[in-house]
């Protein structure tokens, strides 16, 4: 019986912290990018509390300059 992969939120979040700083782009930089007024959602997503919706997803990765699946960990 195959198991199916569950999104590990908060490594996801743990992921997307080192992604952003490797990409050299700031939290306001993010906050920016996805004209969001407060940077509430980005320091969510980076504390595994909450996950980008699949268009921000998208958007993320071409921020960061990676594939979705980098930034996504499962388990």
Do not use: E
Request: net charge positive.
């Amino acid at each position: 019986m195959c198991t199916m992969p569950v999104i590990d939120m908060t490594k996801t979040g743990q992921n997307i912290v080192i992604l952003r700083k490797r990409a050299g782009l700031s939290v306001k930089d993010l906050q920016d990018a996805f004209g969001f007024g407060t940077p509430q959602a980005i320091y969510k997503w980076q504390q595994g509390m909450a996950l980008p919706t699949i268009d921000n997803l998208v958007a993320l990765a071409a921020l960061l300059g990676v594939t979705i699946d980098n930034i996504i960990v499962t388990h």
